[in-house]
């Protein structure tokens, strides 16, 4: 007969396994998070540039292409949301910082781009790309071959892109960023109609409003 031989395993403490098995569910979880998170912003930016660039070249998009094409960078950002929302729920809404890199640096500071995910900024983002989903079905048919169609909807994503920015904004610079960006796309929304003297009063109105804003946002950042 053969003689059996043992094999002696190292011993590994069953603590270490499971803190090790842990981390990488975190690890995975944070991974998952992240790319949901830059899907929430890619989605309706990408959506900007898509329709954007043709315009500025002299050949904007059909109708019902633009439209599709806002609704699904708005439905995908929005799908995004939830399913970030379902992972911060099944992690007790723990706060998720998404370090995406620097933007600048000038002497000892950083403009770092960060995003954070936590159980304030993901509800907004669902209510505000659900809200804009809206908006454009409705305005798909209430705009049809209006001279302006396609500047309404790349307004419309640049908004989108602004206001999920801001919302999800996790450093001062990220937030003023987005700020802007909400600003000059809710100035030019208003106004959209520019032949109508009302339209542009209260566009005027609006971007004074955003200016005085400018004063209080810098304001706190130098306190910061």
């Known amino acids: 007969m053969i003689p059996l031989q043992t094999i002696s395993l190292p011993s590994v403490p069953l603590a270490v396994l499971a803190f090790d098995g842990l981390a990488l569910q975190a690890g995975t979880a944070h991974d998952a998070i992240s790319l949901l998170v830059m899907t929430q912003l890619v989605a309706p930016a990408l959506t900007l540039v898509v329709i954007g660039l043709p315009a500025i070249l002299g050949r904007p998009l059909a109708e019902r292409t633009t439209t599709r094409l806002v609704g699904a960078g708005f439905t995908t950002a929005f799908l995004a949301s939830l399913a970030v929302l379902f992972v ?81 904004a996790g450093s001062i610079d990220v937030l003023f960023a987005g700020w802007e960006f909400l600003g000059i796309s809710s100035t030019l929304l208003i106004g959209f109609f520019h032949e109508r003297s009302n339209a542009v009063k209260a566009a005027l109105r609006a971007f004074t409003t955003y200016r005085i804003c400018d004063v209080g946002l810098l304001a706190a950042a130098v306190m910061v």
């Open 88 to 168: 911060l729920f099944m992690r007790g809404f723990a706060t998720e910082v998404v370090h995406v890199g620097t933007w600048f640096a000038v002497g000892h500071h950083q403009a770092t781009i960060e995003l954070v995910a936590d159980g304030l900024s993901v509800p907004y983002v669902c209510f505000s790309t659900g809200l804009c989903a809206l908006v454009n079905a409705f305005a798909g048919k209430y705009l049809h071959r209006e001279p302006g169609f396609t500047r309404f909807f790349v307004l419309l994503a640049l908004f989108g892109t602004g206001m999920n920015l801001m919302v999800l």
